[in-house]
T-cell receptor, first 119, second 112 residues
Framework: ETGVTQTPRHLVMGMTNKKSLKCEQHLGHNAMYWYKQSAKKPLELMFVYNFKEQTENNSVPSRFSPECPNSSHLFLHLHTLQPEDSALYLC??????????????????FGSGTRLTVV | GQQVMQIPQYQHVQEGEDFTTYCNSSTTLSNIQWYKQRPGGHPVFLIQLVKSGEVKKQKRLTFQFGEAKKNSSLHITATQTTDVGTYFCAGPRTGNNRKLIWGLGTSLAVNP
């Protein structure tokens, strides 16, 4: 148990489905992240929330929609995905930052990930 | 754009041999972080280096940050099968956007 819990661990969905990924952290962190991990590619940052404010939307297609109701919970809503969206989706948390220049100073704690397959 | 390169991409060693992976940034980094991801697992934070020339040890693992803060290395002495996995380095971008840039990782296989 890492302190960051992701559900579900595995998800198979059709291209017309709507599903949500959930992430919960118990570390008292104030920054939460969604990453996409695909084979032979660097980790791709998707979204960042710092103190519940979205600070990054890294040119992610609108079929991915994040939600951060509080600093402990993060969701990724999925709809009309494509097969190329199949990947491991990782949630991470870190200490929040009050000033942008302090971002990147703290290590991330990752959840176990959701292995998503779009058929 | 700003990049972080890791070499080698893959490494096979016999158990007991040493292993080193290198991380090279196109720009100066304020810090460098190292993570390990076991097969089928998720990245786990190992360490952060901040100072120029800094060296830190964790048991058989030795981490170095270059004098120019553009390079880093991870050295494992006498590898064990438990060391198997992919080792990633990451560092913050320069400028106003300090999001982490990640290397592609070095995958380590250890033959018993």
């Amino acid at each position: 148990e890492t302190g960051v819990t992701q559900t579900p661990r595995h998800l198979v969905m059709g291209m017309t489905n709507k599903k949500s990924l959930k992430c919960e952290q118990h570390l008292g962190h104030n920054a939460m992240y969604w990453y996409k991990q695909s084979a032979k590619k660097p980790l791709e940052l998707m979204f960042v929330y710092n103190f519940k404010e979205q600070t990054e939307n890294n040119s992610v297609p609108s079929r991915f929609s994040p939600e951060c109701p509080n600093s402990s919970h993060l969701f990724l809503h999925l709809h009309t995905l494509q097969p190329e969206d199949s990947a491991l989706y990782l949630c991470a948390s870190s200490q929040g930052y009050l000033h942008p220049e302090r971002e990147g100073r703290y290590g991330y704690t990752f959840g176990s990930g959701t292995r998503l397959t779009v058929v | 754009g700003q990049q972080v390169m890791q070499i080698p991409q893959y490494q096979h060693v016999q158990e007991g041999e040493d292993f080193t992976t290198y991380c090279n940034s196109s720009t100066t980094l304020s810090n460098i972080q190292w993570y390990k991801q076991r097969p089928g697992g998720h990245p786990v934070f190992l360490i952060q280096l901040v100072k120029s020339g800094e060296v830190k040890k964790q048991k058989r693992l030795t981490f170095q940050f270059g004098e120019a803060k553009k390079n880093s290395s991870l050295h494992i002495t006498a590898t064990q099968t438990t060391d198997v996995g992919t080792y990633f380095c990451a560092g913050p971008r320069t400028g106003n956007n300090r999001k982490l840039i990640w290397g592609l990782g070095t995958s380590l296989a250890v033959n018993p």
